[in-house]
């Protein structure tokens, strides 16, 4: 990681380390030491992934622990990296989608930033949550640049035939896991019930879209909205946290995204479980850094403001203000603009 990135790194921890009204002194900015010059691409291999994450498990003398939770069809691990022995537990989830990328590389960076690193910042931190994080979880789409994992006999509503399921249409808590036909969600699942998380956030990516007010969103956001799920106070305060710290630190312009009430999605099936949930919406704007930091900047904050307490200190009711996506920008528009 060059030295730019290295100062951004820091500018973002001691933001919210100062932003945040933290009950305990040793919240105090870190200084992270440099990290390896490449860590990770923007898009990353399954390999790559495997890689940096190691190395990370190297680097940080074991506070990250890197594991699986499953295998794909095609024999490729489901990765899962932790950092942090807290008694409350945080999951993330990025890349279900196997052609949007961007979580990915945003969740190797948190890992290192939280993990490597020694502060007593950092213990603090890491002394108050746990954060399992699902690190490329559809790694057969990945492979192939496609949304859908591989599964040649994927037939249903949610299937593309010969191709393969939407990994993100099979975390319904209402079927039988052992009727659960995707291999990534079952995994998914599984590490939900092992671990009970108290904040779930899945990030994903969308196309480009603009605002009345001529502004192009950069991200969009949503809480459960099955009537299955219980009352969404905590997911808004989650949704409400997240777009006021992006925008604060990454200059993100977020807005409100408009998902279905389909208990199977990832979004709301952990909502009915009992998390607060949140989808993350990466829009594909040329600027894939700023969308990497947006990504980033949502993992530290929503660790640190469940770590110290903000994060249910959150107007729910401010949720209900976030504005609509807005309309679609055609490819030709967005190459032009």
């Known amino acids: 990681m060059g030295s730019a990135r290295v100062k951004s790194i820091l500018m973002v921890l001691a933001t919210l380390a100062a932003a945040l009204v933290a009950p305990e002194p040793a919240v105090a900015a870190p200084i992270p030491n440099d990290a390896p010059a490449a860590l990770i691409p923007a898009d990353p291999t399954p390999e790559q992934v495997g890689r940096a994450l190691a190395r990370i498990a190297r680097d ?129 699942l599984r590490l939900w019930r092992a671990t009970r998380p108290s904040v779930v956030v899945d990030y994903h990516m969308q196309g480009r879209y603009v605002q009345p007010d001529g502004r192009e969103t950069t991200a969009s956001v949503l809480w459960p909205t099955s009537p299955l799920a219980p009352e969404s106070t905590r997911s808004k305060q989650l949704v409400v946290h997240n777009v006021e710290r992006t925008t604060a630190i990454a200059g993100a312009n977020v807005t409100r995204y408009p998902g279905g009430d389909y208990e199977g999605i990832a979004r709301n099936a952990y909502g009915i479980l009992g998390s607060a949930s949140m989808l993350l919406e990466l829009s594909s704007i040329p600027d894939v850094e700023f969308q990497i930091r947006t990504a980033f900047v949502s993992m530290l904050a929503t660790a640190q403001g469940a770590a110290d307490g903000s994060l249910w200190r959150t107007d729910a009711a401010r949720a209900d203000s976030i504005p609509a996506r807005g309309p679609f920008i055609p490819p030709a528009e967005a190459d032009a603009a």
């Not at 003398?61 to 699986?68: C, L, N, Q, S």
């Not at 108050?128 to 859908?148: E, L, M, S, W």
């Not at 010969?162 to 009727?179: E, F, M, Q, S």
């Open 60 to 188: 940080s003398h074991g506070r990250v622990r890197t594991g699986t939770v499953g295998r794909t069809n095609e024999g490729r691990p489901i990765r899962l990296a932790t950092v942090g022995h807290g008694p409350t537990r945080l999951l993330y989830v990025t890349q279900q989608h196997g052609d949007e990328p961007l979580g990915t590389p945003a969740a190797v960076r948190a890992l290192w930033t939280l993990g490597v690193p020694d502060t007593p910042w950092h213990r603090w931190l890491r002394g108050r949550v746990t954060i399992d994080v699902v690190v490329q979880a559809n790694p057969d789409g990945a492979a192939r640049d496609q949304r859908y994992n591989h599964d040649p006999s994927a037939t249903g509503e949610y299937a593309e035939p010969g191709v393969g399921y939407d990994i993100n249409r099979y975390h319904n808590p209402l079927t039988p896991i052992a009727d659960n036909p995707v291999p990534e969600s079952v995994a998914i």
